[in-house]
């Protein structure tokens, strides 16, 4: 059962042989602790701004702009996507879900045991996934709950642009489903290769589902950040100075729990209930058409509130 449940099993009947499962477990805490805070301190000391050749190589990829998107639209999602990148605060957002993943599977790689839930059991892989998808959305919060304050001048500039408000929202949404999605799906990638699936229309119905999730947030993020706009800098990481409106992260996170409760009740209800885990897939997937229909209506009200406080923005941005 692992280094954790042989320390709880021998406590007392062997309390040697439970010193000895609890100081492995240290000295693996400690070396997973070593190991993430020399990481954390070369992403603050990194310059904000890459060589000249990163550049280079990063504007050649992203002149080609975002599929399905506007040229204006593509150019704010890219805008988004240089935030992250520069700033030590975006960069820690980034690896966040790849540290979770080496976090969480410790357990797993040791026990080998999945999550539970009644009789049924879900298999490691699919456990450390869902936990890698859900933290990867939440870990979005610092852009994506104060997605124009954040960025300064560079919503200013957006602004005196003629780009529509629409295409400013859908860009900073496709700027966030970049942003959340590469270290998602890589995190996933090494969760389903490190513990093969057993069942591949289960990692499908969790794909769908994290999209399901992030089509309804997106919106909820924007709507959010109109209304608590919050002078923020994401090249700090120590004080709370990169953090968005205690309300917006408090509505932020009653939105991820609801946006994520309708994806993890159809699979509780097809597994624990119906016992059929073959129709996890064809429901989540429903639900992602479904969500997808709402996030597009749910952006009405959101690209109202925003085009109502531009002015507010902009003020709020230049920290006024």
């Known amino acids: 059962s692992g280094a954790p449940g042989a320390t709880a099993a021998r406590a007392t009947s062997a309390p040697a042989g439970a010193a000895a499962a609890l100081g492995g477990l240290l000295l693996v805490a400690a ?7 020399s990481t954390y301190r070369r992403l603050l ?53 790849l540290v979770l993943l080496v976090v969480f599977s410790l357990p797993m790689l040791t026990g080998r045991e999945g999550l539970s839930f009644g009789d049924n059991a879900i ?104 209304t608590f706009p919050r002078a923020a800098s994401l090249n700090s990481v120590r004080s709370a100075a990169s953090n968005p409106h205690p309300a917006a ?12 409760a309708p994806p993890a009740g159809l699979a509780a209800l097809a597994i624990g209930m119906f016992d059929r885990p073959d129709l996890v897939l064809p429901l989540v997937g429903l639900w992602c058409v479904a969500a997808y229909l709402i996030g597009r209506l749910l952006f009405v009200p959101a690209t109202a509130a925003f085009t109502r406080r531009r002015e507010n923005l902009v003020m709020v941005a230049q920290g006024r």
């Open 31 to 37: 070396g997973v602790h070593a190991l993430s805070w």
């Open 45 to 97: 000391a990194s310059p904000l701004a890459g060589s000249a050749r990163e550049t280079r190589i990063q504007s050649a990829l992203w002149t080609r702009g975002v599929p399905g998107l506007s040229a204006a639209a593509s150019a704010v999602a890219m805008a988004e996507v240089r935030l992250a990148l520069r700033t030590p605060r975006g960069r820690i957002m980034l690896m966040m879900p």
């Open 249 to 260: 992260n408090f509505i932020g996170l009653g939105a991820l729990v609801g946006a994520a």
């Open 123 to 226: 298999e490691s892989g699919l456990g450390l996934g869902l936990v890698v998808a859900v933290f990867g959305l939440a870990g979005l919060g610092p852009i994506a709950l104060n997605q124009f304050a954040v960025d300064g001048a560079g919503l200013t500039l957006q602004l005196l642009a003629p780009i529509p408000d629409r295409d400013v929202l859908r860009g900073k949404a496709a700027g966030l489903a970049l942003i959340g999605g590469a270290p998602i799906l890589a995190g996933l990638g090494v969760a389903a290769a490190v513990f093969p699936p057993a069942s591949p229309s289960l990692w499908l119905a969790l794909l769908a589902g994290t999209l399901a999730a992030f089509f309804v947030l997106s919106p909820l993020w924007a709507l959010v950040s109109a």
